[in-house]
């Protein structure tokens, strides 16, 4: 009986990071990376079966905390999936979210070992 492979989805508008983390799961996981959040909500609505759901905080024009916030509206079955990566700079809005966001989260730079430990963990850990 052959192990269903798990499925991560990365939404960052970082390209290197998308793909280092494609490069490292590769021969354990289906990768999917997105560079926006607008590709990601789209894609979404047409796939939703990921695992993890790594999400930058800040990018440019649609933001990972929009993503959240529309995903929360249309699809909130996935919030648990949800881990936000972030890279310190932070505006007032988003500090504000941190604040009051209750799932998990990675600081940049974080270690692929992490990653793994989050996928093993499952939702809501």
Same mark, same amino acid.
Request: glycine share 6%; aromatic share 8%.
């Given at each position: 009986?052959?192990?269903?492979?798990?499925?991560?989805?990365?939404? =960052?508008d *970082?390209?290197?990071?998308?793909?280092?983390l494609?490069f490292?799961?590769?021969?354990?996981?289906?990768?999917?990376?997105?560079?926006?959040?607008?590709?990601?909500?789209?894609?979404?609505?047409?796939?939703?079966?990921?695992?993890?759901?790594?999400?930058?905080?800040?990018?440019?024009?649609?933001?990972?905390?929009?993503?959240?916030?529309?995903?929360? *509206?249309?699809?909130?079955?996935?919030?648990?999936?949800?881990?936000?990566?972030?890279g310190?700079?932070?505006?007032?809005?988003a500090?504000?979210?941190?604040?009051t966001?209750?799932?998990?989260?990675?600081?940049k730079?974080?270690?692929?070992? =992490?990653?793994?430990?989050?996928?093993?963990?499952?939702p809501?850990?």
């Amino acid at each position: 009986m052959s192990k269903t492979r798990r499925r991560i989805l990365v939404i =960052d508008d *970082e390209p290197l990071l998308g793909q280092t983390l494609k490069f490292a799961f590769e021969n354990q996981c289906d990768v999917i990376v997105l560079n926006t959040g607008r590709e990601a909500l789209e894609h979404l609505e047409r796939d939703s079966s990921f695992d993890l759901i790594l999400c930058d905080l800040m990018m440019p024009i649609f933001s990972g905390m929009k993503v959240y916030q529309t995903i929360a *509206e249309r699809q909130p079955e996935l919030l648990d999936r949800f881990v936000f990566i972030t890279g310190g700079a932070f505006t007032d809005s988003a500090r504000d979210f941190l604040d009051t966001y209750p799932g998990r989260r990675l600081e940049k730079p974080f270690h692929v070992t =992490d990653v793994e430990a989050m996928l093993e963990q499952g939702p809501d850990s």
